[in-house]
């Protein structure tokens, strides 16, 4: 199989070329969130956040800045499956951690972000000691009836011990470098936000929370909050698309208004848009990995048989926004249920054509510093019009894989024709629409097209639903309405 991420360094490697950085406000005055994972257990971070979470126990039921209290901003207002997901988290981590800051009187306290790809994504050992950190210290009941979750009865438990990550879970590849990494080259907001959320994000609260029987832990809920590896879970999510926002990327304008819905350090219910959260050094923080200068960019090629580009890196800005193109659109009326394969055949148009063309796009990912890469073009499928299953089945992680003879419940992901996993989490509001999956289908493409076998341009999109845990709930169903295959 080929190896997208082998790259070949670029003639000319160092170009001497200005360009427009974020705005960025000095380091000093911001709120630095580092890597969980590289911290050693005596960081002063473990004591400082475990002593906020105290301290947030301890505030009366009056407190909106209590823990209970912040956990129910989030079943009461979070949008999942939205294009604000990104914003309305970023707002929620910003205000959590200024309280945090207040409460324990170190105005720069700073949030930190469980890195997944590191560690096979391990929680560290400080979360499962006696302390304030470990969700099973409080054992708060969630008990709290939503307008958009229903009745939430979860307890304070995890999936994960001091040696599971979520990497050695079934769906755990979703959290890799290289499978963050090949989400952060979208360069379109809407697909990247939606393949983040819907993959890592999603999959992370299902495998954390999902333990063996009901009821689950608080991950897998609208109270997911009340474990407090939620907000470092967030923090990883919001730090991944800080990084992608300083490659370069555009968020577009959002004009959502969240009215009430947060409280500041001092308690006090704010006024904030979707739009604030853009510049995100204007709330404040920022993160080791973002602080790097645009100063010296170099161009990485991607992909068998692709050389670096030879034309000037203005160039390649210019078209880093690579246009999308549908190929191919299929409607389905099959429902999924677990251990069963759903076949979703589509045509797709000029497949080879688009699956060997190229284009650039922006990163910061190599060695922390941002570059102008190029890479074969990528090839999506979105899944759309989805039809959720209930709240309390939706325990389940779904695998796609592309034009496999043999399917079935057994097949590993490390098989060639395995493109990616998605799970579904909060997509229950009444009122909203049928949340939409992206998933890259490249790699099993690219492995197909070698051997010869994309001759009819048919995208067979299987989807393999699988129990999270043998004993978990069996009866999810659920169905994809539509299938759309885009080149990006
Ligand atoms: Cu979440």
Redesign the pocket.
Known sequence: MLSRRKFIAASGATLALSLVSPKKASAQSLRLRRDLTKMTPDDRFFQQYAEAIARMHQLPESDPRSWRNQAIIHANF?P?GTLDFLQW?RHYLTFFEQICGQLIGEPNFALAYWNWSNQQGRIPEPFFADNPLNVEFWNDPSNYNSPSWGQIDTVGIRRLTENIGVQNLRGGDVFTEDEIEQIRRNSNFNLFSRELEGSP?NVG?VLVGVTRSSPFGHMASGL?PLDPI?WL??CN?DRIWAEWQAAGNTTPSISNEYNQQFVNAEGDLVRVTANDTRDFTALGFTYETTLSDLTSPVVLAFGAGLDAPTPFLSEFLASADVGLRELGKADNTEVSHIDTATSIPVQADNLLTNLFGSHTFRTNSFLGTPRIAVEGDRILAILKNVTTPSPTDDAIVVEIFVNCPYLSATTPSDDPHYAGTFSF??QHKPGMGKPEFVIDITNPLRYLAEKGLLVDNLVNIQLMPLAVVPEGRKQASFKVETIEIIRA
């Open positions: 979070c999942h988290h994000h609260h997911s939620f879970h967030h999510v989490f909060g």
